[in-house]
């Protein structure tokens, strides 16, 4: 068992990747002597040649578009989106190409594919660089979503999205990147699309991914002061969901409030409000609560912190919870 | 390699062989050219020293501001004064800019207050300036997507009867400012097209400065850059970036070019960033020093000065004067940067839509009202 970073677990499970298999080349601006911008495929090209840890040209689309190509040719490749608002320019090869040429063919084709996006703010960046695209990916099918949110996911995650023969979103949580944790580099990962259950509570379900975890495991310890017990859960995977940790959690607790940066309108968290309710609508005490980013653009750096669900704002969704 | 096309091969070097358009050497000598020509005089290339030394000085603030925690991030533009100045002071009083996010110097000859450029590196807001007054149009982060916005601009310039009249006090056209890393983005191949193809009165004015980020032009282009948008139908020259008399002169002839009714041009200015891609950036890990140096010789604000002084057009007080107002600048950017009032996320709520909704208008109260109650709690605003 190894302490790191969740940067360190990507490029430790990055190399493990490009060591198990051949095929898996990695693409994206900046990523070779520099070893991207977050230094997340830091000496990868000093030791896997240019060949497979490619310097992309600065154009997303073409990132995307001649990784599809290569995936035709059989090889695995993993795309890094610079940042996240820089994935749209290549947003018509993953939802028109990437996402259906499995379906087209019939299935006879596969999309081995992983693209790779820092997600979400609080680093104090200008704009385009704190988005939080996840509700346009899950709305296509065809594309696996995943977010991690700890370096010991992280580790295992990226090789298991490489290892997929499905094309996988792969949200990287930013501000997060120089947290360090514990990873397992023995032991079995958990699932790819599987959700966790972080921390045990009998009051209130508090659901998030990425950046957001951490945000729901502080609230839920402050309010433990306050004599409540909150179950905490770590999504994981976003498309597909993994319903029946949630649901098993809701029944068991009767209230759940999901968590994300991203805007509420058309979000993630109506997807999950929706289907809970569907499915545990006799064991509802209140019901499913939102606590999201707001419906304008994300804003100037300066009221990030203001705009970003925060423990108070956690905390007063869990308050309203409780009151129904 | 066959010889197909008599094309060197990837390795070449997109910069190889440099042969650009230069009316100042780096000694500070004035030079002839057969087509273009700086008819300016001295006082005029006083004022070109002016806007390059100013801009600097602001440059240096802003990354000086950056490093002490006052700006989240800062785009240098160190080293780029010249092709920024030399193509700003080419524009005439009714055409129109699209930068990208590091034209200081180009915004700084509009008139655009550069508080305001701070102010979207302090976090303040996303561009503050009053775009058609200054005809300066908002800093462009997703690369190369302000092309296409200049391409419609110029074409709805043409619509309205603005070009090719042969009245000077009517017609315009459009400068656009892009990287050397750019003209890899689908959108500025599309505007190629799009120009070419509807002979829109736009000017790309590409910066080379030889780097995106830590990815050398050669990662981007087999042949230099400023051959590549023939094959569109769109003339390209070469100009050196770094001597703004021949900057100001080319962009001068392009812009007239378009204002006449004969379309697009690009300009590649061949220059260099001297310093980081973004204050968040160690250039260290993939430059050379040796390179560095190799460009500090052929400083574009340095030979403006070593020909002003040799031609009388400036003497010692001048250049005192200017290095002064360099540094009162300085001081009150630096002043009214710290001074710049917090923004407020209540009124951003109002800012999305022209026509509000009523669900925004629900969640600003409720956000309000959230607020308040932490007014209640602790009597104070959050
Ligand atoms: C579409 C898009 N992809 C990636 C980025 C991240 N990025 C910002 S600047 C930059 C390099 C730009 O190089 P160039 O066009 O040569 O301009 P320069 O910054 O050197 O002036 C990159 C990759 C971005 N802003 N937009």
């Known amino acids: ?60 689309s073409g990132i995307v578009g001649t990784s599809v190509g290569m995936a035709l040719r059989g090889y695995r490749p993993v795309c890094e989106m610079q940042f996240d608002g820089f994935t749209m320019p290549a947003f018509d090869q993953i939802v028109n190409q990437v996402a259906k040429l499995r379906f087209r063919s019939g299935g006879r084709i596969t999309m081995p594919m992983v693209i790779r996006i820092p997600c979400g703010g609080g680093i ?58 514990e990873v397992q580099e023995a032991g079995e990962p958990r699932p790819l699309h599987s959700a966790q259950v972080l921390r045990e509570g009998t009051d209130v379900t508090l659901l998030a991914y990425g950046p957001m975890v951490k945000v729901c495991a502080d609230a839920a310890v402050a309010a433990e002061d306050e004599g409540r017990s909150i179950e905490v859960i770590d999504l994981r995977t976003l498309s597909p969901l993994d319903m ?37 609508f006799y064991s509802l005490e209140a019901p499913v609560l939102r606590v999201t980013g707001f419906d304008t653009p994300y804003p100037p750096s300066r009221l990030e912190e203001e705009y970003l669900p925060d423990l108070d704002r956690v905390l007063d969704a869990v308050d309203r919870s409780l009151a129904y | 390699m066959s010889e197909l096309s008599g094309l060197a091969g990837p390795r070449a070097g997109a910069g190889a062989d440099i042969d650009y358009v230069q009316l100042l050497t780096p000694e500070g000598v004035r030079i002839g050219n057969d087509e273009y020509d700086f008819t300016g005089d001295d006082d005029q290339i006083a004022g070109l020293y002016r806007d390059m030394v100013l801009t600097r000085r602001f440059d240096l603030e802003a990354t000086a501001l950056q490093r002490q925690g006052e700006l989240g991030l800062w785009a240098p533009c160190l080293g780029q004064e010249a092709a920024q100045v030399g193509s700003a002071r080419a524009l005439g009083p009714r055409d129109h800019v699209f930068p990208t996010y590091r034209e200081h110097g180009v915004a700084r000859c509009l008139g655009v207050d550069p508080v305001d450029l701070l102010r979207m590196f302090r976090g303040i807001d996303h561009g503050n300036w009053d775009v058609e ?40 056209a459009v400068l656009a400012y892009l990287g050397d890393g750019a003209t890899s983005q689908g959108d500025v191949s599309e505007a190629f097209v799009f120009s070419a193809s509807y002979n829109a009165p736009v000017v790309f004015f590409c910066q080379n400065n030889q780097w995106a980020i830590s990815e050398p032009i050669e990662r981007q282009s087999r042949i230099p850059l400023h051959k590549r ?16 008399l021949a900057s100001y002169a080319v962009t001068q002839k392009a812009l007239e070019h378009a204002r006449s009714g004969n379309g697009p041009t690009f300009i590649e200015a061949y220059t260099y960033r001297m310093g980081a891609h973004t204050t968040s950036d160690d250039p260290t890990k993939y430059r050379l020093a040796d390179e ?30 200017i290095d002064a107002e360099a540094e009162d600048l300085a001081a009150d950017v630096r002043k009214r940067c710290l001074d710049l009032a917090d923004p407020s996320l209540i009124d951003a709520f109002d800012q999305v839509y022209a026509e509000q909704t009523p669900y925004l208008t629900e ?16 009597g104070g605003t959050r």
């Open chain 2, 292 to 321: 560095v140096e190799h460009w500090r010789l052929r400083d574009p604000i340095a030979r403006v000065r070593a020909y002003l002084a040799r031609s009388g057009g400036a003497d010692d007080a001048f250049f005192a004067r």
């Open chain 1, 1 to 60: 068992m190894t302490t790191m970073t969740i940067a360190k677990a990507l490029n430790a499970g990055l190399r493990r990747a490009l060591e198990a298999d051949p095929k898996v080349v990695l693409a994206g601006e900046d990523i070779g002597k520099l070893g991207g911008v977050f230094r997340v495929t830091e000496g990868l090209q000093k030791d896997f040649g240019e060949a497979r840890v490619i310097d992309s040209p600065l154009a997303e």
């Open chain 2, 229 to 244: 948008s023939s094959g569109f139908g769109i003339p390209g020259l070469r100009v050196d970036g770094n001597d703004v």
């Open chain 2, 133 to 172: 007054t200054h005809r300066f149009n908002l800093y462009t982060v997703v690369i190369g997507a302000q092309t296409l916005h200049a391409t419609g601009y110029a074409m709805g310039l043409e619509r309205d009867g603005l070009v090719g009249t042969g009245d000077p006090e009517r017609d315009a």
């Open chain 2, 363 to 378: 969640q600003q109260a409720a956000y309000a009202a959230y607020l308040e109650t932490f007014e209640d709690a602790e």
């Open chain 1, 244 to 280: 029946s940790v949630i649901t098993r959690s809701t029944e068991k607790t009767g209230r759940l409030i999901v968590v994300h940066e991203a805007p509420g309108n058309a979000g993630l968290g109506a997807e999950i409000a929706a289907r809970t309710t569907e499915q545990c």
């Open chain 1, 124 to 181: 104090g960046a200008v704009e385009h660089h704190s988005e939080s695209p996840e509700a346009y990916f899950c709305h296509t099918a065809g594309l696996k979503v995943v977010a991690v949110s700890n370096p010991n996911d992280a580790y295992w995650m990226i090789q298991q999205a490489v290892a997929s023969d499905d094309p996988v979103i792969f949200f990287e949580p930013k501000r997060r990147y120089h947290e360090r944790g």
